[in-house]
């Protein structure tokens, strides 16, 4: 890794706000991603009520309330700062580099900046350590979701899992497309040393597969691990990208 580069590299940074953030290339300019905000609530709780979003996603509950989103808000908000002061005080610590490995993207909320410069919040893509999905054994499962969690970030060995929503209204566009394909050469490549990252998508979910495929993952087939989801069953699809 090159020296004198800002451990935030190569995150731009709002001049106005001091926010980090990473812009999508052409033809999607108008797009950026973000950490998460304090006053994300209301329009997070607008897209996780939305049925073409929650219906392809595991985590939500339905109806999603007001308290469920400032609990969603205060935890991903958490997790972001402690990565960016992570890197802060890793500036102070190696001012001539070299950049230091994290454990997750920062920068996750995708927000379409308007004329006049506001945004609005549109989609989420987030990294975390592999859930093992595909491993049918329980006990199995287990074993090696621990082996993986204690595994130091930047170890090339971790697998890695990225999850992702879009709002129906900027589906076809080719924003998400873009968006997992810059945060992973741009970030999770030379920030987390990641060299295998995983995809679990529910079975019919066509277009998020080929979100993926287009970003060369590999459809390695659906199983089913016995997972249900707000009472119904769920069978997966493991898409796979490795270096």
């Not at 999508?24 to 006053?39: D, F, S, V």
């Not at 989609?123 to 006990?139: S, T, W």
């Not at 490549?189 to 679990?200: F, L, S």
């Not at 089913?224 to 769920?234: A, I, L, P, Q, S």
Request: aromatic letters at 8%.
């Amino acid at each position: 890794m090159t020296s004198r580069q800002s451990q935030l590299h190569p995150l731009e940074v709002n001049p106005q706000t001091g926010e980090p953030f990473l812009r999508l290339p052409a033809p999607h300019q108008n797009i950026i991603i973000t950490p998460p905000r304090k006053g994300d609530q209301l329009v997070n709780m607008q897209h996780m009520n939305d049925p073409a979003i929650y219906k392809w996603i595991e985590g939500p509950p339905v109806p999603y309330l007001p308290e469920d989103a400032d609990s969603w808000i205060q935890l991903v908000t958490q997790q972001s700062d402690a990565i960016l002061e992570y890197l802060r005080k890793s500036e102070e610590e190696f001012p001539n580099g070299p950049l230091q490995f994290v454990d997750a993207s920062p920068v996750r909320y995708i927000r379409e900046v308007k004329e006049g410069g506001t945004d609005v919040l549109i989609g989420d893509v987030q990294f975390r350590r592999g859930p093992f999905e595909e491993v049918l054994d329980e006990a199995e499962r287990k074993r090696m979701q621990k082996e993986n969690a204690c595994k130091p970030a930047g170890d090339p060995t971790i697998q890695y899992a990225v999850g992702d929503w879009l709002s129906a209204s900027h589906h076809g566009r080719g924003i998400m497309t873009s968006a997992i394909g810059l945060l992973i050469s741009a970030w999770a490549i030379p920030r987390m040393g990641a060299r295998h990252v995983v995809a679990h998508t529910f079975a019919g979910n066509i277009g998020s597969n080929r979100v993926f495929e287009k970003n060369g993952f590999v459809n390695m087939g659906s199983f089913d691990n016995g997972k249900v989801v707000r009472g119904e069953k769920k069978i997966l699809t493991l898409l796979e990208w490795k270096v």
